[in-house]
Structure formats: structure tokens, C-alpha cells
């Protein structure tokens, strides 16, 4: 004979579960607009918070559009903050994530979504601390285009100067005003580019990416303070010919600006 009321019941545990697991994992997200183009969530970790490795976390919903870049931040007086992005699908795969590099502990990531729909943004405790925290979602401008520089002069050394200026108009990045350059080099030789400032306002920083991933968090190559008195100087050989960007900024979080001289070279 066939046990029909354990059937039932097995039924209607499995029927449960996929809402079980939403409410775990999709808190609602009642945002408060605090501008144009920033949105808080309060949030709260306590003893009712699921744990992963015994950490608390909160996972929140929200819709993204492909291309426009965005800033999360969440903040916290009462624990040490993490920050994980995933799509919003069965497969929950990472997208981004970030420990300490907002203020103080706090996390912070700047992204743009590939495509546009539901993500999850899922903040946590490094340690097993709970209390209340802000996730702020800040809508960025776009970069400006890439900029094809004309040599002003060169050196002995089959070196290309350019002379730039780092302003409050140019684009931003985590905190800091960039110029982003696009040259061609070739494989297999070595590159060598400095960057010296033009005054005492600007602490260079210099960093290399490839011309396809331009909000990559992961340079080729970088430098601060390479070239002696606070200027960078970095060398690296591509792997292949190709394009990349060279990327001029201020090493502080503080929209460092300022005149600087570029210099790029390659070996013959």
C-alpha cells in the first residue's frame, strides 16, 4: 500500500523550498533616495542573519542597466564590512567583491554590468560582528574617450613626451581623476613610460591595462613613486603586439590633480 499522506508532505516540503531560499537570500530593498543619483538601503545583521562560515549576511536584490557604471558601498560603525555582486539566476555566480577598499574597513566596488536585469548585492561581516550598515548605490558618469595624444617633443632614447594636466572635469576612478591614454606597442619589447609632475599638488601614479578591459581592477603594470621624488617610472615587455591604455593618475583617494609630463618609449 501506498503511504499517500507521506507522499503529500514530501510534496509540500519541496514545493517550499524554492520560497525558503528566497526569503534567505532576497531581502527587500526599501531604498531611500538621498540625490539624483545615489540610493541608501539601511540594513541590519543580527542573530536571525544567515551565516556562511559563520559570518552574517544580508543579500539584496536591485536592477542594473548594461553600461552605466556603478558605485556600492557599504558602510558600517559596528563590523568590518564585505561586499559580493552576482547575477541574479540559479547560478549565482561572483561578479565582483571587495573587503576594505572603501573608507576606513568598509567595502567598495565600482562596476558595469554587461547586460542589463536583477543582481544581487550581498554584504556580510568579515568576523562573526553584527549591527547595522548603509549600502549606497551611486549611479557614475561614463568615461570620457580614450585619448590619442600627438608628441609635443622626444629624447635621444626614441622617447614620446606628452604634457597633461590632471582636473576636476576629467574622469574618475575609486577616488581619483585619470587621463587615459591609448598606444600601440609591439610584443616581445620592452616598454618604459614615467610620469613626472609639473608642481607640488600631484603625487603620480601610473598603470597600464589592457585597451579591451578598461575598468579592470588588475593592471598590467603600475607605479608611484619609481622615478625618484614622488614620480613614477614603470618597464614592462607585452606578450603580444596590441593596444593597451596608460593610465596617468594621482596615487591618493582624493582627487589628486595637477601638471604632469608623460614619457613613452620602446625599445627598438
Do not use: C
Request: aromatic share 8%.
Amino acid at each position: 500500500m501506498i503511504d499517500t499522506s507521506r507522499m503529500k508532505l514530501s510534496w509540500l516540503a519541496m514545493a517550499a523550498a524554492p520560497a525558503i531560499i528566497a526569503a534567505m537570500i532576497a531581502t527587500p530593498a526599501p531604498a531611500q533616495t538621498t540625490g539624483k543619483n545615489e540610493r541608501e538601503f539601511p540594513g541590519q545583521l543580527d542573530s536571525k542573519s544567515p551565516l556562511d562560515d559563520g559570518n552574517p549576511y544580508q543579500v539584496r536584490t536591485m536592477p542594473l542597466e548594461a553600461g552605466q557604471r556603478y558605485a556600492f558601498s557599504a558602510d558600517s560603525e559596528n563590523f568590518d564590512t564585505k561586499m559580493r555582486l552576482s547575477f541574479a539566476d540559479d547560478n549565482d555566480e561572483e561578479i565582483a567583491k571587495d573587503d576594505d577598499s572603501g573608507e576606513g574597513n568598509n567595502a567598495y566596488i565600482e562596476f558595469t554590468p554587461t547586460r542589463s536585469g536583477t543582481y544581487r548585492v550581498r554584504v556580510s561581516a568579515v568576523s562573526d560582528n553584527k549591527g547595522s550598515y548603509v549600502l549606497k548605490v551611486r549611479d557614475l558618469p561614463p568615461l570620457p574617450p580614450l585619448l590619442r595624444p600627438s608628441p609635443d617633443g622626444s629624447s635621444t632614447l626614441v622617447f614620446k613626451h606628452y604634457a597633461g594636466a590632471l582636473t576636476q572635469s576629467d574622469g574618475e576612478i575609486n577616488g581619483r581623476r585619470i587621463d587615459d591614454y591609448l598606444f600601440h606597442f609591439e610584443g616581445g619589447k620592452r616598454v618604459l613610460i614615467s610620469m613626472d609632475r609639473e608642481g607640488d599638488d600631484l603625487d603620480p601614479l601610473l598603470q597600464v591595462y589592457p585597451a579591451d578591459n578598461r575598468q579592470s581592477t588588475d593592471p598590467i603594470a603600475g607605479d608611484d613613486d619609481g622615478g625618484g621624488k614622488m614620480n613614477a617610472f614603470l618597464t614592462f615587455t607585452p606578450e603580444e603586439s596590441g593596444d593597451f591604455i596608460v593610465r596617468a593618475s594621482g596615487s591618493t583617494r582624493d582627487h589628486n590633480t595637477g601638471s604632469y609630463r608623460l614619457r613613452v618609449g620602446q625599445q627598438p
